[in-house]
């Protein structure tokens, strides 16, 4: 392995401390032996041993290749089966951790080498991305694409706002139509003159679907945009309400993806 350069104590400090709160006494003692490290710390605490454990073979390898491989086998993915949520929050943290020292833990269990960070801000946003906050569900990239610099500042509020926004203007650049709100979905999705249609219309369960969705549509922009454009700020649920939000607008995305142009025209 690449010599791994040393890191600083404070550094050690906080992984030690991370991956005290990530086994029992008895998983680390076994990944010690496991990894040939030596415990003479004389500590009972976990994440003193490691402490000690770390600086030892740091001082006597000068770098930190066993401090690295330490970390892989105690957070390796196997070991979090079932718990993936658990995993993932360990991950991020370290990744804050040695986002100083240019590297990145990866879901894959491997580390990556990485542009350091400078600061705490610049670390702690690196790992904080649209998708470890909405890992699970698919967010389509046309809500991240009207909400991203909301979302990295977790500004969850806007965030929403934003996207429902992007969706309408997502139907107005298909059909044209300049207009909004329940006009704009009754323009686009009638079902007599439809510019867009979710099927072919031929038989009454393709209308009903094309119907229903265009239902839908209103119902986000009443239930979801309307409110937020006049609601206090500070009456938002915060990041659990924009997830399921943000999880509707990606449906409906999703299912503007399937529809098709009629070739009607607004004036025709």
Known sequence: MTPVPSFPEGQIEAIAKLLGECGSGSDISRIFLDRGLTDNSGQSTKWRRIYSVFLDSQRRHGCANQIVDF?????????FVGRSEEFEAHRQELNTILAFSGLEYGADGQFRRVEPAATIEEAEQRVRTIRSKFQGRRIHPEVVKYCRS???????????????????????????????GP??????????????ALNTLK?????????????LLKGCFAAVRNPLAHEPKIMWEG????????????????????CVPTGLSESS
């Not at 970390?71 to 070991?79: G, K, M």
């Open 71 to 79: 970390i892989r086998a105690c957070l390796i993915p196997a070991r």
């Open 150 to 180: 909301e979302l990295m500042q977790d500004n969850y509020f806007h965030a929403v706002f934003e996207a429902s926004k992007g969706l309408a203007q997502r139907i107005r650049d298909m059909t044209g139509v300049q207009a909004d």
């Open 183 to 196: 006009k704009l979905i009754d323009r686009v999705f009638s079902i007599e003159r439809p510019l867009l």
């Open 203 to 215: 038989t009454e369960t393709e209308k009903s679907e094309h119907k229903g969705y265009s239902a």
């Open 239 to 258: 990041e659990d309400d924009a997830a399921d939000y943000l999880s509707l607008i990606s449906l409906l995305h999703r299912k503007l993806d399937q």
